[in-house]
């Protein structure tokens, strides 16, 4: 469905960016992943995808709290159809006490990062009459929680965006669109499992349900590979009408 689409990922070297990325592979699209880091593993994981979804996948290093990066991270890749601005990074703490510096790297990370890498893919979508921009937001881009500042910010930040762009892309053939999941089961999340199950003194999956899910109705995690479905959906010709949104992955969390 996407074979001859080139799309980039940012933050896409574990957990949900690698999880859109890879079902944008299987879509047939050509990716780029990303991260901070530019180890050997990350360019491995690259020539992986590549094998196994016989596309062009590459790895390239970008700093997504450096505005300079997150533009040359676009212009490297020698064209983007598809960009899914998923980069981000949380902390926890009352505002009081919030570091300065973990703000600022939140703020720039999750939210500054998509500014700079919308401005450069979008003339390139305009000269093709095609693209899509997928924002990977959050539920905290539609409601908030205590102690996540920085967090809820930046992802409210997101969602208005999202919707400015949309309405600057229209007409034109592009979408601009937010997924906003609630908790995702990844890597990150799976090791705090063992934690909170000595914290609260209660089996994996009592902890799961009453403790981690409390407010996801569903009590269930929703998967990477279900985020990465949903961004297939919105690069489909079946979403050509849907742009300026929200779609919640999040098991009824919003819906309270």
């Known amino acids: 469905m996407l074979s001859g689409k080139t799309a980039i990922i940012t933050g896409s070297n574990s957990g ?18 990303n991260s901070f880091t530019d180890r050997n593993e990350d360019h491995e994981l690259a020539k992986g ?9 590459r790895y390239i290093k970008a700093d997504m709290s450096k505005g300079d990066e997150c533009r040359a991270l676009v212009e490297r890749a020698g064209g983007c159809d598809i960009l899914v601005n998923n980069a981000g990074i949380q902390h926890v703490a009352a505002i009081e006490e919030f570091p300065v ?3 600022d790297a939140i703020i720039a990370i999750n939210m500054t990062s998509a500014f700079h890498t919308t401005a450069v893919a979008l003339p390139g979508m305009r000269e093709k009459g095609w693209g899509r921009i997928i924002n990977v937001a959050s539920a905290h881009g539609l409601t908030a929680s205590p102690y996540k500042s920085a967090y809820v910010t930046a992802k409210h930040g997101v969602v208005g965006l999202t919707k400015t762009v949309a309405l600057e892309a229209a007409g034109k053939g592009i979408t601009v669109n937010a997924i906003c999941p609630g908790y995702v089961l990844t890597p990150l999340v799976e090791a705090q499992i063992p934690d909170q199950m000595k914290a609260h003194n209660m089996d994996r999956e009592t ?12 009590r269930q995690f929703a998967t990477v590979e279900e985020l990465g479905g949903t961004a297939v959906f919105l690069c489909s010709d079946a979403a050509a009408q849907i742009t300026g949104t929200t779609i919640s992955v999040d ?6």
Do not use: C, H, N, Y
């Open 16 to 33: 949900i960016g690698l999880g859109v990325a890879r079902e944008l592979a299987r879509a047939g699209a050509d990716v780029v992943l």
């Open 49 to 57: 995808m590549s094998k196994e979804f016989g596309v062009s996948a």
């Open 101 to 103: 510096e973990r703000w």
């Open 207 to 218: 902890v799961i349900r009453e403790v981690m899910l409390e407010r996801q109705p569903s």
């Open 251 to 256: 098991g009824g969390w919003t819906a309270l």
